[in-house]
Structures are given as structure tokens and as C-alpha cells.
């Protein structure tokens, strides 16, 4: 089989194993979920345009004052995450095959789901807030809420974490104790705050999505039967975002809500379990 079919059969798989909800279908929603394996993982409660206008776009002339050190970064990682990753663990395509294409097909994966709930959600950018933001990128022509790169970032950041670190899967106490890959997630989220095109909230809500999502994915191709479910109250969240914070709210329930759901193995068809036996025989 060639790499484009791989990827569309893996695309198809992990498509059909999860998949979002959303109530309302012709105004803005303010709670959408994510499931994997039929199960709700991810639920989140998106703040209001007028509560991101007072609570968070304030943040926003904080962190403009290092435009200048993270231009370079920021302009790369429009469309470039994964280089940041291999920082920490080396992956070119003769050494890690399968590393690679499951890491890219969670980058897919994460687009498939965060793009119905920005469309969904329609929650305004920075720049329809204030004149004054004036980015330096682009702004996105989508909603705002919640953030691809983080998503993405978290999301890759979780699932790297279960293939290059030779110790138990603990997603939530790998982000407490800053493991180098959460690291380089938490900048990549914090660039687009920097750049003025996404709110700290909007990082909150793409990392809680991205290391629920792939957390999920991992327990359940590693044939486990239960997995991590949570809640975002980001309708009250005035916050910004950083990995301390962001630990700090995986043990507040006023913030994230933590429950357990089930998960059933015999969903992974034997050749995608084969393929993580490969990219975990990687490491």
C-alpha cells in the first residue's frame, strides 16, 4: 500500500472513531463535545464574545511585548509544528515511520474535529474586538475558539510522550511536572496569543480537547478500557494560559470537571494495532 492510501485508510479510522457534537445548527452554540470510541470525552462551554472582551482580550497587550523574540517561531509554526517535537526526540521518516505517520494523522484528526467547533461555536478573533491588537500574522478566517495549535500541539505533545518516555502513560502528570514535549506544546499555544490572533482561553480549551482526544486514542490502542473524560468551563475561565495553569485546572473543578468513561479495544482494527506495535518497537 502507498503512503497516500495509508493515510486515507488511517484517516478513515480514526474519523470514524470519533466525532463532534453540536446542539444548534443555524446560531452559535455555547457547548460542543468530542467523542472517541462512542464515548464523550471532551465537553466544552465556550465564553461569550462580551466576557472575552473584558476578561481575555486584556492579556493580549501583555504578551504583545515579545512579538519581537517569537516572530521567527511564530511565522515557522503557521505551518510547521512537528519540527518543534523533533527537537526532543530525533524522527525522520527511515527511523521512525510510524511515529511519523500516526503523529501527522493526529494533526489531521485534530483539524477533522476543531474546525465544526470554531465554525460552530463562531466565537469572535481578537482583532474584531480592538483596533489596537493589530497582529503580525494574518488572522484566520474562522472562529477563534478553541485554538488549533493548541489542539494540535497538546495533541502530539500526548501522544509523543507515550512513545518517547520509557515510563507509565499519565498525561496529567506529565503537564505537572513540564515534560519537555508539554513544553514546547505550551509555547506553540502561548505564540498565538503573542501574535494577537488567539485568546488564552482559546489555548486552555485546544489543550484540554488535544490531550483528552489523544489521551484517549493511546488507552485505547493500547487496549485499555477506560479513559479520561473532561469538561472546560471556559464560559468563566478569565485566566491565561500557561502549563502551570493548566495543571493547576486539571485539579480544579470549577475549571475542568474529571470524570472516567469507558473504552472498548475490539474497536481498533488488528492492523492499526499493529502499526502502534511498530511505532512504540521506535522508541
Request: negative net charge.
Amino acid at each position: 500500500m502507498g503512503s497516500s492510501q495509508r493515510r486515507a485508510v488511517l484517516d478513515t479510522v480514526l474519523n470514524t472513531l470519533s466525532g463532534v457534537a453540536l446542539d444548534d445548527g443555524t446560531a452559535a452554540n455555547t457547548e460542543g463535545r468530542v467523542s472517541v470510541a462512542g464515548q464523550t470525552v471532551v465537553t466544552l462551554k465556550k465564553p461569550s464574545n462580551a466576557f472575552l472582551a473584558e476578561k481575555q482580550l486584556p492579556w493580549l497587550r501583555t504578551y504583545a511585548d515579545l512579538r519581537a523574540d517569537r516572530l521567527n517561531e511564530i511565522i515557522m509554526q503557521t505551518g510547521d509544528v512537528q519540527s518543534f517535537f523533533a527537537l526532543v526526540g530525533y524522527m525522520a521518516p527511515d527511523a521512525t515511520k510510524w511515529t511519523l505517520c500516526l503523529n501527522q494523522a493526529i494533526y489531521r484528526l485534530c483539524t477533522a474535529l476543531e474546525m465544526p467547533l470554531k465554525h460552530g461555536f463562531d466565537a469572535a478573533r481578537p482583532i474584531a474586538m480592538s483596533c489596537k491588537v493589530q497582529p503580525i500574522i494574518q488572522t484566520p478566517p474562522h472562529g477563534t475558539w478553541p485554538s488549533g495549535h493548541a489542539t494540535e500541539s497538546f495533541a502530539s505533545a500526548t501522544l509523543l510522550t507515550r512513545l518517547f518516555y520509557n515510563r507509565g502513560f499519565n498525561p496529567a502528570e506529565e503537564i505537572a511536572n513540564g515534560n519537555e514535549l508539554f513544553r514546547h506544546a505550551e509555547r506553540i499555544a502561548m505564540n498565538r496569543t503573542i501574535a494577537g490572533v488567539h485568546f488564552p482561553s482559546d489555548s486552555m480549551a485546544g489543550a484540554v480537547m488535544g490531550v483528552t482526544l489523544a489521551e484517549a486514542l493511546v488507552r485505547l490502542l493500547d487496549g485499555e478500557t477506560e479513559t479520561t473524560a473532561r469538561l472546560y468551563h471556559g464560559d468563566t475561565y478569565e485566566g491565561d494560559f500557561t502549563l502551570a495553569l493548566l495543571s493547576d485546572a486539571f485539579k480544579d473543578a470549577n475549571v475542568i470537571e474529571t470524570s472516567t468513561v469507558s473504552l472498548d479495544p475490539n474497536l481498533v482494527p488488528a492492523w492499526l494495532r499493529d502499526m502502534w506495535q511498530e511505532a512504540k518497537a521506535e522508541w
